[in-house]
């Protein structure tokens, strides 16, 4: 994972480090996230880029999703559709979904089972 403070670095670090899923907020500092969005198209078409906005503002989702968004996800998040919507980026965009950590089952006690009655 990587983070950038500006839409100018994220692009220049984008050829180098290559990810599978970008998050991209509308409003930064400099270039704004819609613009980085053109950009990053023309130079990864198969990042998918999950845009993000304390607006919900329905014409601007719309632009963005023809502009080749994979998702819009509004502030404050819902964490369970952000975790689904980042997991599908990494599907489509060939990146291997996160792991889940399994539950440890509870351990047997070694040797034979006890029986009897008390």
């Known amino acids: 994972m990587r983070t950038a403070s500006s839409g100018e670095e994220a692009l220049s670090a984008l050829p180098e480090f290559k990810p599978s899923v970008m998050l991209l907020d509308v409003r930064m500092p400099g270039l704004d996230g819609v613009e980085v969005l053109r950009r990053v198209r023309t130079l990864d078409k198969g990042v998918s880029v999950i845009m993000v906005t304390a607006n919900e503002d329905v014409e ?7 502009l080749g968004a994979f998702d819009y996800v509004s502030k404050p998040f819902d964490f369970g559709y952000l975790d689904q919507a980042v ?3 990494l599907i489509q965009s ?3 979904p996160p792991r889940r950590r399994a539950r440890a089952a509870p351990r047997r006690p070694r040797g034979p089972a006890p029986c009897g009655t008390s």
């Not at 601007?60 to 023809?66: F, P, V």
């Open 60 to 66: 601007l989702a719309r632009e963005t999703l023809k």
């Open 87 to 89: 997991t599908l980026g």
């Open 94 to 96: 060939g990146g291997a």
